[in-house]
């Protein structure tokens, strides 16, 4: 049996992610056990507002209890389990939604929990989780007589430690490209092998169609074709990072691209490729289920995204709603929801401006204006054509007329209209104005 999980946040992710009926053969929801919302993006999503008065990042936990194949799990085992693992890791009582998941007949079963202490509003700690989860799964392995899996941190008994299996992140990215951990492992490994030094080595992964480049939080990765991105040290068998970073000493990191313009250039890379199809004496040296593989690839990525933004914005919606059952809330959250919407209808229906003409200023600028007409072009001068465009079709009395005709006067001379108003006396008692009577 194999048990894994850490700390997470984002349920507008998991959500979708647990809830995907088409990557999985079956998707059943167990348990929603703690909330008062009973669907489960809404549970995801309440559980994690429990850390809005603490200063926990990563709320949730996630763990993922997978018996070895073919055997499986009865009701009363998948209790016993989840209880086992849940007192383990120091979250009982607490909030949590199990899902069950089939896929290629195989049955694996995913809790989140909450790891806010409501009570005591502190988040529980999740430190050397990875040996609880071993002696969880070596317990459950002889109370269920299913066979011993060998683990890195517990019960090891002299034993070799295991082959690192793939993170989520990386069977997620095995997924989108094709391209399996196991193969680039092998190719990398004969490279390796097989090269002198640092600068044969490079050569030879280039001559693989993988790119050397900088990670982010590692000394060197390289990315493959299909733009997936994999840590140097990970995909060479048999070799500690140590010494790999002696042995790639000779290799400036600093001329190296970093892992993001990698990527862009092996995508560049792959539609050049793709944009071959247009040639006839390529029909038919490319592979066209390899063509075709690439293009849904690419649909399957878009579609994502779509769905992705869609769920964060719906999980947006939802939190706001999810915050209380009383009729304020309820009414608020609603009345927010519709002003976004129509924020963004009216957005959507609002007309294009017309091109600005050219400014004045860009016609002094350029010399398209003569000297006498850009010394009345200043700030007051608009103000008192402001007041003309005002006044007109009204009764202009003496002293307005007197007015306008100072305002033209001091903008010439750079003064404010105001500070020569007939109306006003220069200072009053106290500090202040007043009008005259």
Same mark, same amino acid.
């Given at each position: 049996m194999i048990i894994k999980g850490k700390s997470i946040t984002g349920p507008q992710a998991?959500?979708?992610?647990?809830?995907?009926?088409?990557?999985?053969e079956r998707?059943?929801?167990?348990?929603?056990?703690?909330?008062? #919302?009973?669907?489960?993006?809404?549970?995801? $999503?309440? %559980?994690?507002?429990?850390?809005?008065?603490?200063?926990?990042?990563?709320?949730?936990? +996630?763990?993922?209890? &997978?018996?070895?194949?073919?055997?499986?799990?009865?009701? !009363? @085992?998948?209790?016993?389990?989840?209880?086992?693992?849940?007192?383990?890791?120091?979250? !009982?009582? +607490?909030?949590?939604?199990?899902?069950? +998941?089939?896929?290629?007949?195989?049955?694996? $079963?995913h809790v989140v929990w909450t790891r806010i202490d409501l009570e005591n509003m502190r988040a529980v700690p999740d430190s050397h989780n990875y040996r609880k989860h071993e002696e969880v799964a070596r317990d459950l392995e002889r109370r269920f007589d299913h066979p011993h899996v060998q683990g #890195?941190?517990?019960?090891?008994?002299?034993?070799?430690?295991?082959?690192?299996?793939?993170?989520? /992140?990386? %069977?997620?990215?095995?997924?989108? =490209?094709? $391209?399996?951990? &196991?193969?680039?492992?092998?190719?990398? =490994?004969?490279?390796?092998?097989?090269?002198?030094? /640092? !600068?044969?080595?490079?050569a030879a992964l280039e001559a693989k169609g993988y790119i050397l480049a900088q990670g982010d939080r590692r000394d060197f990765v390289i990315v493959d074709r299909e733009g997936g991105v994999h840590s140097l040290a990970r995909r060479i068998e048999g070799v500690k990072a140590a010494e790999l970073r002696e042995f790639m000493k000779p290799v400036d990191r600093g001329n190296l691209p970093k892992a993001e313009q990698a990527k862009e250039a092996q995508l560049d890379r792959q539609q050049g490729r793709l944009s071959l199809l247009d040639q006839a004496e390529w029909d038919n040296a490319l592979d066209k &289920?390899?063509?075709?593989?690439?293009?849904? @690839?690419?649909?399957?990525?878009?579609?994502?995204?779509?769905?992705?933004?869609?769920?964060?914005?719906?999980?947006?919606?939802?939190?706001?709603?999810?915050?209380?059952?009383?009729?304020?809330? @309820?009414?608020?959250?609603?009345?927010? +929801?519709?002003?976004?919407?129509?924020?963004n209808i009216d957005k959507e229906a609002r007309p294009q401006r017309p091109q600005a003409a050219v400014s004045h200023y860009e016609k002094i600028k350029a010399g398209e204006t003569p000297r006498a007409e850009q010394q009345i072009s200043g700030n007051h001068l608009s103000l008192y054509?402001? %007041?003309?465009?005002?006044?007109?079709?009204?009764?202009?009395?003496?002293? %307005?007329?007197?007015?306008?005709?100072?305002?033209?006067? &001091?903008s010439l001379e750079g003064e404010h209209w105001t500070d020569r108003d007939p109306d006003r006396q220069p200072e009053a008692p106290g500090g202040g104005r007043t009008r005259s009577r």
């Open positions: 998991l959500g979708p992610y647990l809830g995907n009926a088409e990557k999985n998707v059943e929801v167990l348990e929603v056990k703690g909330t008062l #919302a009973q669907d489960l993006v809404g549970a995801l $999503i309440e %559980m994690d507002a429990y850390a809005e008065g603490t200063k926990c990042e990563k709320p949730l936990y +996630h763990g993922k209890i &997978n018996p070895e194949p073919p055997y499986r799990l009865t009701p !009363e @085992q998948r209790s016993e389990a989840i209880d086992a693992l849940e007192k383990k890791l120091g979250l !009982e009582g +607490h909030a949590r939604v199990v899902v069950l +998941h089939e896929k290629l007949g195989r049955e694996h $079963i #890195a941190h517990a019960e090891r008994d002299g034993a070799e430690r295991p082959d690192r299996s793939p993170s989520r /992140a990386e %069977m997620r990215q095995e997924e989108r =490209t094709g $391209i399996k951990g &196991n193969e680039v492992r092998a190719e990398v =490994t004969a490279a390796f092998r097989a090269s002198g030094g /640092a !600068e044969a080595f490079k &289920n390899a063509i075709k593989k690439a293009k849904e @690839q690419d649909d399957d990525r878009k579609r994502r995204t779509a769905e992705g933004r869609g769920a964060r914005k719906k999980a947006k919606v939802g939190k706001s709603y999810a915050r209380g059952e009383d009729y304020v809330t @309820q009414s608020t959250a609603a009345l927010k +929801h519709h002003k976004r919407r129509q924020k054509e402001r %007041m003309k465009a005002k006044a007109s079709g009204k009764e202009v009395t003496d002293r %307005m007329g007197r007015a306008l005709d100072r305002a033209s006067a &001091n």
